[in-house]
């Protein structure tokens, strides 16, 4: 097969502009490993890519690709990988897992973790590697900690509820009130409607605050205990310059320094995930799967909301 299917838009704009299309089979380089890929997942940076909301760092050379994260099969000998062995990972720096094949770099591939659907598998890469980034290393949660999850019921703070549970840490959760009860099903001990709680209303103090939101941070970041830490994994999109000027305050003044980072699974990260969801400790979250040719129906809903966990796209 010298070619494959792959989703593209040929400009930037709405979910309208992605249709599937044909470009070559990759070639991998050295170091690389190729991969028939089952499934993929949306994630919104893959939206802001396609809107045009990163042309600074996309360019305006069309068509381009959409997709990060993927579970599917090694395709052929290579790194160490087997042929047929199933595996996980993320793209560097790029997008286009949204394709039936993709060439990655061998150190952003991991063995997917024993048992699990590869579709299901494809909601976690992503989510699954920023919650263990942000709780454990950035965060360094403890059992017994209070830990507060903005946008609980999404992608990242499904994720995110879990393993904070599994951490043995109190879990107290804001996701919509339709989503509640679900984010106590995976573990929080409490969950709030974020319409209509304010900091304020909470009335307690948390040693971790996790912010998959990016709005308000100075008000959030209030509700830190002495010696707590506030993450987050997004900025307000809308209001960039304050949500900088907010994290560069609380490096000067208040409690609590607010941190930022940004993905970056490598395989040592994503072999510690694949342990997680074998042992239970976090599991996916599906809220829909759509077909490659429906990808534009997969933005739409999540740039719709209400999605609970994750939104993926099978591929074969």
Same mark, same amino acid.
């Given at each position: 097969m010298n070619d494959m299917r792959a989703a593209l838009f040929d400009s930037y704009g709405p979910p309208d502009v992605l249709y599937v299309g044909r470009v070559p089979v990759p070639e991998p380089r050295p170091g690389q490993v190729l991969v028939r890929v089952h499934a993929v997942s949306v994630n919104g940076g893959e939206l802001h890519g396609r809107a045009g909301r990163l042309r600074l760092v996309t360019g305006r050379r069309f068509p381009q690709r959409t997709g990060i994260d993927f579970a599917g099969e090694v395709a052929a000998d290579a790194a160490g990988f087997r042929t047929g062995a199933p595996v996980w990972g993320a793209l560097s720096r790029t997008f286009?897992?949204?394709?039936?094949?993709?060439?990655?770099?061998? &150190?952003?591939?991991?063995?997917? $973790? *024993?048992?699990?659907?590869?579709?299901?598998?494809?909601? /976690?890469?992503? !989510? #699954? @590697?920023t919650a263990i980034t942000a709780l454990r290393d950035k965060a360094r949660l403890r059992p017994g900690e209070r830990l507060l999850?903005?946008?609980a019921g999404g992608g990242a703070g499904s994720a995110v509820v879990q393993l904070g549970h599994s951490m043995g840490a109190h879990v107290t959760a804001l996701a919509s009130a339709k989503t509640c009860e679900f984010?106590?099903?995976?573990?929080?001990?409490?969950?709030? &409607?974020?319409?209509?709680?304010? $900091? *304020?209303?909470?009335?307690?103090?948390?040693?971790?605050? /996790?912010?998959? !939101? #990016? @709005?308000?941070?100075?008000?959030?970041?209030g509700l830190l205990a002495?010696?707590?830490?506030?993450?987050?994994?997004?900025?307000d999109t809308r209001h960039v310059l304050t949500s900088l000027a907010s994290v560069a305050a609380s490096a000067v003044?208040?409690?609590?320094?607010?941190?930022?980072?940004?993905?970056?699974?490598?395989?040592?990260?994503?072999?510690?995930?694949?342990?997680?969801?074998?042992?239970?400790?976090?599991?996916?979250?599906?809220?829909?799967?759509?077909?490659?040719?429906?990808?534009?129906?997969?933005?739409?809903?999540?740039e719709t909301g209400g999605v609970r966990g994750k939104i993926v796209v099978a591929v074969r």
């Open positions: 286009g897992a949204a394709a039936e094949f993709v060439a990655v770099d061998a &150190d952003r591939l991991a063995p997917a $973790p *024993a048992g699990t659907d590869l579709i299901e598998a494809a909601a /976690l890469p992503a !989510v #699954g @590697t999850v903005r946008g984010v106590r099903g995976l573990g929080a001990d409490e969950a709030f &409607d974020y319409a209509t709680t304010r $900091p *304020a209303d909470l009335g307690r103090r948390f040693d971790v605050v /996790l912010d998959t !939101v #990016g @709005t308000d941070l100075p008000a959030w970041r002495p010696g707590g830490r506030m993450v987050g994994i997004t900025f003044h208040g409690r609590g320094r607010i941190r930022f980072f940004s993905g970056n699974p490598r395989r040592e990260l994503l072999a510690d995930l694949a342990r997680r969801t074998t042992s239970g400790a976090i599991r996916p979250v599906v809220h829909e799967v759509f077909p490659l040719e429906r990808i534009a129906d997969a933005h739409r809903a999540l």
